[in-house]
């Protein structure tokens, strides 16, 4: 008998039987450069009607704290950081610091998630998470409501192919453009679905 | 739970009843209006837009020319990475595997990411026959689920209920099957979409198993991708510990730097962004981070048939924009449910054919659900000549009729005017007739065309009928070219 697997490529083989399988070659434009990368991202983040600002490296612990501040009811709220963030967030559970991390239940009770990233898209405004040091898991940028995001200046990148370029994908990516939306009832957009509501983006200039 | 295309009439007959429904014409109208205008801004801003269409169909086109060295590829580079690979000839196997993946996990409910592929097998039905629940989590499959109702877009397959509707639905039918919607829900989108995320989070929360498609397979890595907008599916692809992605056969993409022009073409053609809000990729199973057993089911059923087709072939790019449904002016006119398939519109229109074969009489009439304008073509972010392929099959349809011992109205006529057309002294017979027939037709006929030429309107007889029913049929002259000329030397006397 023959297996799924044997009959499908047998398929394909007759199917193709006498085609040239020479790719065609038409490569992929490059935009024009623009003059200033990182100006040009934080434009772009905020058209999704994400929370964008820029602040100085050595403001950043204080700049992220007023993020959650404006963004969590006062005084209360939980936070939750990734095992190996490069800064400190006072209060935050560090979650896979001991153990497997929190279920997605508990994630669940989460407020916020302050996280870094791996790399910024210009001309998208799209920030992607590998899910490396400072990033966590993908449950825990999920589950919360509120996502505060840290870039920095020189993870941006101007168009999608420099971001492929600069990623492994052998690990998992999380490509954010904007808080979760969706335009399912008559096309219109509408922000806030399933994914965090609020998205907090913090660029971070050198020096 | 959903319904079901099996046994829907043909185009013309199911289009009719469309185009009595102001209400659908309406919601059609106001929804393919928005996205088109959408699509054309954030189209236009990309200076190069059109060598990008090249490249995105170069990368469709290399993958498919050499089609089964990358998915033995693919094989390989998932199984590397701890995935399980399946091949599926039919959706009938496609089913069976997604059952007993879910069987051997002792589950009797299953969280879905929105997948064409899925619902061209019917997964939800077939899972719903072995006691197995599966609920849709994307909005709009959502609307579509509870409303008992069938999808009629590719990427908004509500786009047929506008807001009132939804409401409605929502109140009636999310109790019966989980967190019922608030009583004081309004109709503001807002407000609809905040009430789905309720529904569906304690869904998300307890899932073990969770089923996909992919938008694309990188072959050299083995990395799936899902580009989605609410979230459902990071929830899907992220929470429960098992995860089976049924993809079709032409999904797969040689390398990961190939991902490039697609990643950029989808988003604009198909929600009218510059990106989505969120695209997911994994590969094969990441030990601490998501789903730790991971299922890639390879999907046939009708690929390899369209593959073989030369002209047809094309239609494998397709990357499901739905910019050619939006761009159509048939289907802004008669919605999705008229094509009687998951695939409606223009592609629908040709990969129905090209998948299934053509002979049935619902399947043939899809080729002619289109006036060959041409704006699917245009929009195509793979550049697909879906009227070159839609001529293309209806020729497979005339040809499949050679042999018929009845021959149909058309063909009676075609063959009628071959025999007048290939002899001068018959032509010429033919043209006193139809002159005859003008002088006749100038005197009686009731509508006057711009320009003042006389018409008939609807002529009576077989095949006649059907033509003149929508169409005015402009007088023949009373003398004929030839006549003319030999009577004038030429237009000399």
């Given at each position: 008998m023959t297996t799924a697997r044997d009959e499908i490529l047998a398929r394909v083989r007759s199917a193709l039987s006498g085609v040239d399988r020479t790719p065609p070659l038409a490569p992929a434009p490059r935009i024009a450069a623009v003059p200033d990368l990182v100006g040009h991202f934080a434009d772009r983040v905020e058209h999704y009607r994400a929370v964008v600002e820029r602040c100085a490296a050595a403001d950043l612990e204080a700049t992220v704290a007023a993020a959650l501040a404006r963004h969590l009811p006062a005084g209360s709220g939980t936070v939750v950081v990734p095992d190996g963030l490069s800064f400190d967030v006072p209060g935050a559970v560090v979650d896979g610091a001991a153990g497997p991390g929190l279920t997605a239940l508990e994630l669940d009770r989460v407020d916020a998630v302050v996280t870094e990233a791996a790399v910024g898209v210009a001309e998208t405004g799209t920030i992607v998470l590998d899910h490396g040091a400072g990033q966590g898991r993908r449950a825990i940028t999920l589950v919360p409501d509120r996502h505060v995001c840290v870039v920095r200046?020189?993870?941006?990148?101007?168009d999608v192919p420099d971001a492929l370029a600069r990623l492994d994908p052998t690990r998992p990516m999380t490509w954010i453009s904007g808080p979760s939306a969706t335009?399912?009832?008559?096309?219109d957009r509408v922000e806030g679905v399933h994914g965090p509501r609020t998205l907090h983006v913090v660029v971070v200039d050198p020096g | 739970m959903s319904g079901t295309f099996v046994g829907m009439p043909a185009f013309p007959t199911a289009a009719r009843a469309a185009l009595a429904d102001t209400q659908l014409r309406h919601n059609l109208a106001h929804a393919t209006g928005t996205i088109r205008a959408k699509r054309a801004a954030v189209v236009g801003e990309v200076e190069e837009w059109e060598e990008l269409r090249l490249a995105g169909a170069a990368v469709k086109e290399a993958a498919l020319r050499d089609l089964e060295t990358h998915l033995v590829r693919l094989e390989e580079s998932l199984t590397a990475r701890g995935a399980t690979v399946h091949w599926a000839r039919d959706a009938a196997e496609a089913n069976e595997i997604v059952a007993r993946v879910a069987r051997d996990h002792g589950v009797d409910e299953v969280v879905k990411v929105k997948s064409m592929a899925t619902q061209e097998i019917g997964l939800n039905e077939a899972l719903a026959e072995h006691g197995i629940a599966a609920w849709e989590t994307d909005l709009a499959e959502l609307i579509v689920q509870l409303g008992d109702d069938l999808p009629s877009h590719i990427l908004v397959p509500a786009i047929h209920r506008n807001r009132a509707e939804v409401r409605e639905i929502f109140l009636r039918a999310m109790g019966s099957v989980g967190r019922p919607a608030p009583a004081d829900l309004t109709d503001e989108p807002a407000v609809l979409a905040a009430a789905a995320r309720e529904h569906l989070r304690e869904k998300f929360l307890r899932a073990k198993v969770a089923v996909s498609g992919a938008n694309f397979a990188v072959a050299e890595t083995g990395t799936l991708v899902v580009v989605e907008s609410e979230g459902n599916g990071r929830m899907c692809l992220t929470l429960p510990e098992v995860l089976v992605s049924v993809v079709?056969?032409?999904?797969?993409?040689?390398?990961?730097?190939?991902l490039d022009p697609l990643l950029r073409l989808l988003p604009r053609s198909s929600?009218?962004?510059?990106?989505?809000p969120y695209t997911s990729t994994w590969t094969g199973v990441t030990p601490g981070d998501g789903p730790q057993e991971v299922h890639v089911v390879l999907l046939d059923n009708g690929r390899t048939r369209a593959l073989a087709d030369d002209v047809g072939r094309q239609a494998l790019r397709c990357i499901r924009c739905s910019a050619c449904l939006n761009a159509c002016p048939v289907y802004e006119r008669t919605g999705g449910h008229a094509y009687g398939s998951v695939y409606p519109g223009p592609i629908g229109a040709i990969l129905n054919p090209l998948m299934k074969?053509?002979?049935d009489p619902q399947t043939d009439s899809l080729p002619y659900a289109s006036s060959l304008c041409g704006a699917c073509f245009e929009v195509c972010p793979v550049r697909i000549d879906i009227p070159e392929v839609l001529v293309h099959l209806r020729s497979k349809v005339v040809d499949g009729h050679r042999?018929?011992?009845?021959?149909?109205a058309e063909a009676v006529a075609m063959k009628a005017a071959a025999y007048a057309f290939s002899d001068s002294r018959r032509l010429g017979w033919v043209e006193k007739a139809s002159g005859l027939a003008g002088r006749a037709l100038t005197r009686l006929g009731r509508t006057t065309l711009p320009g003042g030429r006389s018409a008939a309107g609807r002529i009576p007889g077989p095949g006649a009928a059907a033509w003149t029913g929508a169409r005015d049929l402009p007088a023949p002259p009373r003398e004929s070219f030839r006549a003319w000329w030999r009577r004038t030397d030429g237009g000399r006397s």
């Open positions: 200046a020189e993870q941006v990148v101007p335009s399912d009832i008559e096309l | 079709g056969i032409e999904k797969v993409v040689p390398t990961f730097a190939d929600t009218g962004e510059r990106m989505n074969g053509t002979g042999g018929d011992t009845v021959p149909k």
